[in-house]
């Protein structure tokens, strides 16, 4: 039920009118079309397109049965958005049990920004779902669950890079298994406290260093072909980023080095826990109850059990937006975190929450009381993690009456488009005859050729004022071009960019002010 609410929740918002796309959307849109006509995204300028490889496949298979629209586009990132709530459930339970794991469940489902993001046909739903079924199937470490752990992994790193995290947390665990194993091996067993016994974890692993007989074969087999799988489907990734690169402008691997610089830089911390705080204030400090749980706490870390392993990949994502980006604290990253920190927080609240209450009460247990102090507690932290208000704004915001692409309704078939996002107009009109843009193209256009044109539609690219009048105005005397401007030039943070579109709109006979904010212009040439 919880899922089909999450499901409505996300629908409710979509627009019913087409062009309310992203240039990133728009781009996958384009691979998923590409995949149709040639089974590979290969681009209509001949690159081909491997990042979000599962996606984009289920992007096509979308578009064969529903033909190519914005709902078709998004259809498969509702699916994974809303099959991201029982997911998280799953992990929590495994976690810390059934109260704790709903209360995380009924967080990732009314997440602000989990829910807007489900909105848009890219990576980040796919990706998120694979990814917390990867760590549940680690987690669990049952018959069979090491090639499905395995097989899952895959399917996140296929849906988006960022999944590489998951590979050094999967390597801790297996690490802190192992010595655990040894160290159980090597010494005599010792009564259990009150705070192990009551500690809801998952069974340890049957992974234990110099186990004889047929269980310890399978178990370690097992662990060799889950590294097997997980380290060859990493290979081929980085092979299919390297080799199939487009030769830029700027070189193939312009876009590694825009985006990845470490450094240890303790404001990029500031910043994505600020994210992070301003999505769910509440989460953090609750999440910070699972450091100091016990020594038992401290055993099942080195385990792999309890909320380590979501603790662990909280740290990843934290460690990298801050320390391994050239911009630090973006904010799309830290989207990965929210499943994860949900579940340690809710986990960590129901474990050590009634212990502080006692505290504070000034007494030593709670006794029978120490059951409704725990759901008290998840209430809360579900009830100040929520935010209706923002959820019923964000709906509003996407309830656009018509786009850029109703305005260009009546462009004849050989008119020119010319465009702020070539692949935007690509995708909804067919083709994109020139590029405006006057900065940070080099990535994005072919080396050694001229005039420039860009990697994923051949659309030529205007960087100034003459070359506006060399390659559009002089070869096209008498033709009518449609302009598609992100905004009113004022708004340009650019100057160069600002100064090129305030010349097309003085050239044009026809100005069209979408509801969506585009600016469509109809110029005579």
Not at 4 to 28: I, W
Not at 167 to 196: I, M, Q
Not at 406 to 423: E, G, I
Request: charged share 15%.
């Amino acid at each position: 039920m919880l899922m089909l609410v999450a499901c409505l929740v996300r629908a409710g918002g979509l627009p019913a009118v087409q062009g309310t796309m992203g240039r990133d959307e728009a781009r996958l849109a384009l691979a998923g079309q590409a995949i149709l006509h040639h089974g590979v995204p290969v681009l209509s300028d001949g690159f081909v397109y491997t990042r979000g490889l599962l996606p984009a496949y289920l992007n096509a298979a979308s578009f064969l049965v529903f033909g190519s629209s914005d709902q078709a586009a998004r259809l498969s990132d509702l699916v994974f958005a809303s099959l991201l709530v029982p997911a998280v459930y799953r992990l929590g339970r495994l976690a810390g049990g059934h109260c704790p794991a709903i209360a995380a469940a009924i967080i990732v489902a009314f997440s602000p920004p989990l829910v807007l993001q489900a909105r848009e046909a890219w990576l980040y739903s796919t990706f998120l779902f694979w990814l917390v079924m990867a760590l549940g199937w680690l987690v669990r470490d049952g018959p069979g669950d090491r090639p499905r752990a395995a097989l899952a992994a895959l399917a996140a790193l296929f849906s988006h890079e960022l999944a590489v995290l998951w590979v050094p947390v999967a390597l801790l665990l297996d690490l802190g298994r192992y010595w655990h194993s040894r160290r159980k091996n090597l010494t005599p067993p010792a009564p259990l406290s009150g705070a192990e016994r009551g500690e809801r974890a998952t069974p340890l692993p049957p992974l234990r260093a110099g186990e004889g007989g047929r269980g310890g074969e399978v178990a370690w087999r097992s662990v060799a072909l889950f590294w097997a799988i997980l380290l060859g489907g990493v290979a081929i990734l980085v092979v299919l980023a390297l080799t199939l690169r487009a030769q830029t402008l700027g070189g193939p691997t312009i876009e590694f080095r825009e985006y990845l610089r470490p450094s240890l830089d303790l404001r990029g911390v500031q910043l994505s826990l600020g994210i992070l705080g301003g999505w769910h204030p509440w989460l953090l400090p609750a999440a910070v109850l699972a450091l100091p749980l016990s020594r038992g706490g401290w055993r099942s870390l080195l385990a792999g059990r309890g909320v380590a392993p979501c603790l662990l990949m909280v740290c990843a994502v934290i460690a990298f937006n801050s320390f391994g980006l050239v911009r630090r604290g973006e904010s799309r990253y830290m989207l990965a975190a929210i499943p994860f920190l949900a579940v340690v927080a809710a986990v960590a609240l129901d474990r050590v929450g009634p212990s502080i209450v006692a505290m504070l009460a000034g007494l030593r247990r709670l006794g029978r009381a120490r059951h409704l102090t725990r759901l008290v507690l998840l209430t809360l932290l579900v009830a100040l993690s929520l935010d209706p208000v923002r959820l019923v704004a964000d709906v509003r915001s996407r309830a656009v009456g018509d786009t850029w692409v109703q305005a260009l309704a009546d462009r004849a078939p050989n008119d020119l488009v010319v465009s702020f996002a070539p692949t935007l107009t690509s995708y909804y009109l067919g083709r994109t005859d020139f590029w405006v843009r006057t900065e940070g193209y080099t990535k994005y256009v072919w080396a050694n050729r001229m005039p420039l044109r860009d990697v994923h539609t051949g659309a030529v690219v205007i960087r100034n004022q003459a070359e506006l009048e060399r390659l559009l105005l002089e070869p096209n005397r008498g033709r009518t071009a449609w302009v598609v401007l992100a905004g009113d030039p004022a708004t340009e943070t650019s100057l160069p960019m600002r100064a090129l579109a305030q010349q097309l709109v003085s050239m044009a006979v026809e100005t069209r002010r979408p509801s969506d904010g585009r600016l469509v212009l109809r110029l005579q040439l």
